[in-house]
């Protein structure tokens, strides 16, 4: 199982840019979940979505952050406009339905300029 | 909503001592307290976790107790080695909503 995969790992882009961060959970995980990491807020959940809905999106920061999992198996994090503020490690984690435990991805380290 | 505090945030031990971590959480109804350690630069892995109707778990050398009554968890590591130098966090769910609220994660320094 080649777990959690997500991409691109880094990401350096100006203030003002699009950008996306995508998540591929792991096979048969119904739930997935995005996360930022900084050193000031400590890990904190963004949105997670079960079965493709989402069902929690009150940690999105605000609008300029946007996500959708079109099918099980594909996830993208979207931040337009993108802010210094911004800069951060976002990881994505998967879950299977009746258990758990929470698999997480090796993240995507994002630097806003 | 839940909240979770995490004591210390920096811990420094000699290897081969014991170490400890505390948590506490606010809201009753959560049942499952996980444990994950962060090494640097890399993601946070589940080491043990405890759901609310077992008062203590142990794997080798870390164990984890859970405190209904005071709502408060504890990750114990003994034999500490360096190998175990990173931070730890703790997290609590109500496993029917699934997220996990963490603690903001303990740095755990093991000098050989």
């Known amino acids: 199982d080649a777990g959690v995969i997500q991409s691109p790992r880094h990401e350096v882009t100006e203030m003002g840019q699009e950008v996306t961060l995508r998540c591929k959970p792991i096979s048969g995980h119904n739930s997935l979940f995005w996360y930022r990491q900084t050193m000031m807020r400590g890990l904190e959940l963004l949105i997670y979505f079960n079965n493709n809905v989402p069902i929690d999106d009150s940690g999105m920061p605000e609008d300029r952050f946007s996500a959708k999992m079109p099918n099980a198996s594909f996830s993208t994090l979207k931040i337009q406009p993108s802010e210094p503020r911004d800069s951060a490690v976002y990881f994505c984690?998967?879950?299977?339905?009746?258990?758990?435990?929470?698999?997480f991805g090796p993240g995507t380290r994002l630097l806003v300029l | 909503g839940e909240n979770v505090e995490q004591h210390p945030s920096t811990l420094s031990v000699q290897e081969g001592d014991s170490a400890v971590i505390k948590c506490t959480y606010s809201?009753?109804?959560?049942?499952?307290f996980p444990w994950y350690k962060q090494e640097l630069g890399k993601r946070p892995q589940l080491i043990i976790d405890?759901?609310?109707?077992?008062g203590e778990k142990k794997d080798q050398r870390i164990a984890v107790t859970l405190n209904k009554t005071a709502k408060h968890f504890s990750l114990h590591i003994t034999e500490t080695q360096p190998e175990d130098s990173a931070v730890y966090f703790c997290a609590a769910s109500k496993r029917s909503q699934g997220n996990l609220i963490f603690g903001k994660g303990t740095k755990l320094s093991v000098k050989p």
């Open positions: 984690a998967s879950r299977s339905n009746g258990a758990e435990t929470q698999y």
């Open positions: 809201d009753s109804a959560s049942n499952y």
């Open positions: 405890i759901r609310s109707n077992v």
